[in-house]
């Protein structure tokens, strides 16, 4: 049976995500129980010309499942794990499964999904529509990588069932059956990235729709992969005196622990400010490099010879089960703080969420430094620098700030391209990064994405205005 939400008040929760994004709006939110129904609901949508908004655990970032108008599609009865295969090491799974409770699923069986998305409360579906990357990502990289196969619900009612292997680029163009597309003439950088379509020569048909954010189809079931549950783990956090030659010895660290490490995360003095509240004893004025490796002796000795080098301030080792966890917390409690703040001053966040080659790195870092010394602006760098990939954020106190801000975010985009970067590694565009996009890949490029969108949706009516103005589709 279909339930649909009609009344303000029940569909409230659904006209947000995480981005704070303004100006959600909706009729209705239809919650269905299966495809039949699903299938049913886009055919009428399609006939009236109705817009759609798919929604997942909502945990977005970028304004994707937050509707304009028209009607909102939840996929979260669609919470099944259809099957864990443990002689081939997959699942089957449909696209409302709750991250953790997959998670806590294999677990038992003795098995890890690897992308370890780090905001466990969304949906398998959105990590795929948006090619979510998560704590581990430094080593297994983002959810790309592990999807097998997607059935796609098109908005014509055709099933779209794409299997990794199965349609591949041929003289420019991905031949899904049903459906026939051009690759986009402009490249994926082959770095972490998740702006736009997935674009390569020779593609594998599955990866354009993997990060296609809910606008060419209704993913309700994925095959992913597994590995074997890890062996244990310890997490160590530096406290440095200052930022100086911060990526030499991010290098230094990468070559010292190779494939021992899982994740490596920087915090700038400025961010740890937001986790003083939470661990007051973060020693006055430092920064951190926090990192996750094997906790075996060998690494466990390695950490300590590391921690003299760099002469840190501090070290805190999260290697029993408590302090771990700990350190986990003191991890994901930054993200969770900032969304908290700007929600709480009501201002739309702006954050970059750019990478950069590796060979480039220095020179990216460098330039944020130079903005934070002589802009009067708050701002923060985190993130996950192992990835060549930081969070730049800038804090305005007025409009003025903003503007500047807003200056500051295209000189940072306009650089990191110089360098062959991205300017959305990991959250997607959404409906809040249109612009940066458009100089990443220029207005061709954009047309390119819109064709496609216009093969896989002829109606126009889904996920208007996620990666690029629904104004482009007339
Ligand atoms: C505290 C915090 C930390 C985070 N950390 C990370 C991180 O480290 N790395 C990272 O990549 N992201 C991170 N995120 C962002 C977020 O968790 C991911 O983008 C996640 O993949 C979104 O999934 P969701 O189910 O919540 O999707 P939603 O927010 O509901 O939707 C996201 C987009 O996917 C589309 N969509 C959802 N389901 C489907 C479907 N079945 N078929 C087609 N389209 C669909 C929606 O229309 C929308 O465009 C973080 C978020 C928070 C709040």
Avoid at 72 to 83: A, V
Avoid at 445 to 474: A, H, R, S, W
Wanted: aromatic fraction near 10%; include cysteine; charged fraction near 25%.
């Amino acid at each position: 049976m279909i339930t649909i939400k009609e009344e303000r008040e029940d569909i409230l929760s659904y006209l947000e995500d995480a981005s704070n994004f303004k100006g959600g709006n909706a009729d209705k939110v239809y919650i269905p129980d299966g495809e039949e129904e699903l299938k049913r609901i886009l055919s009428e949508c399609a006939n009236e010309g109705t817009s759609v908004t798919i929604s997942g655990g909502g945990t977005g970032t970028v304004g994707g499942r937050v509707p304009r108008e028209g009607v909102i599609i939840s996929l979260e009865r669609f919470n099944r794990i259809l099957r864990i295969d443990s002689k081939n090491k997959t699942s089957l799974l449909q696209a409302g499964v709750v991250v953790n409770d997959f998670l806590n699923e294999i677990e038992k069986a003795g098995f890890f999904y690897p992308p370890f998305p780090t905001e466990r409360t969304a949906f398998i579906g959105g990590n795929v529509a948006t090619n979510a990357s998560g704590e581990y990502s430094y080593k297994f990289g983002p959810t790309r990588r592990y999807v097998k196969k997607i059935r796609m619900l098109l908005t014509t009612g055709r099933i779209l069932e794409v299997e990794r292997g199965s349609v591949y680029e041929k003289d420019g163009m991905l031949n899904y059956g049903v459906i026939r597309v051009p690759v986009p003439s402009y490249r994926t950088p082959g770095i972490k990235c998740s702006a736009g379509y997935f674009s390569q020569e020779g593609m594998d048909g599955i990866d354009l729709l993997i990060g296609s954010e809910g606008t060419l189809g209704v993913i309700t079931e994925v095959e992913v992969s597994m590995i074997s549950s890890l062996p244990q783990r310890a997490i160590i956090v530096l406290f440095l005196q200052n930022e100086k030659g911060i990526p030499e010895i991010v290098r230094g660290i990468k070559e010292d622990f190779g494939e021992r490490l899982y994740s490596l995360e920087f915090f700038d003095a400025g961010s740890l400010e937001f986790l003083k509240e939470n661990f007051p004893e973060i020693p006055e004025g430092t920064c951190a490099v926090y990192a996750e490796t094997g906790a075996d002796d060998d690494t466990m000795e390695k950490w300590v010879t590391v921690s003299d080098r760099y002469n840190a301030v501090d070290t805190w080792l999260g290697e029993s089960r408590e302090n771990y966890q700990k350190l986990i917390d003191f991890r994901h409690r930054l993200p969770e703080n900032i969304n908290a703040y700007f929600k709480k001053i009501g201002l739309t966040k702006i954050a970059m969420d750019i990478a950069v080659p590796e060979k480039s790195f220095p020179d990216m870092y460098a330039f944020y430094r130079e903005i934070m010394q002589s802009e009067k602006l708050h701002t923060i760098l985190f993130g996950h620098i192992g990835e060549n990939h930081l969070h730049f954020n800038l804090f305005p106190a007025d409009e003025q700030e903003k503007m500047r801000a807003w200056q500051i975010y295209e000189t940072c985009v306009k650089k990191a391209l110089t360098f062959g970067g991205t300017v959305a590694a990991e959250h997607g565009i959404g409906k809040i990064k249109h612009k940066w996009l458009r100089i990443m890949y220029g207005e061709k490029g954009l047309q390119d994405m819109v064709q496609i969108k216009k093969t896989f949706d002829p109606y126009c009516i889904l996920g208007l205005d996620n990666i690029f103005p629904k104004e482009l589709l007339m």
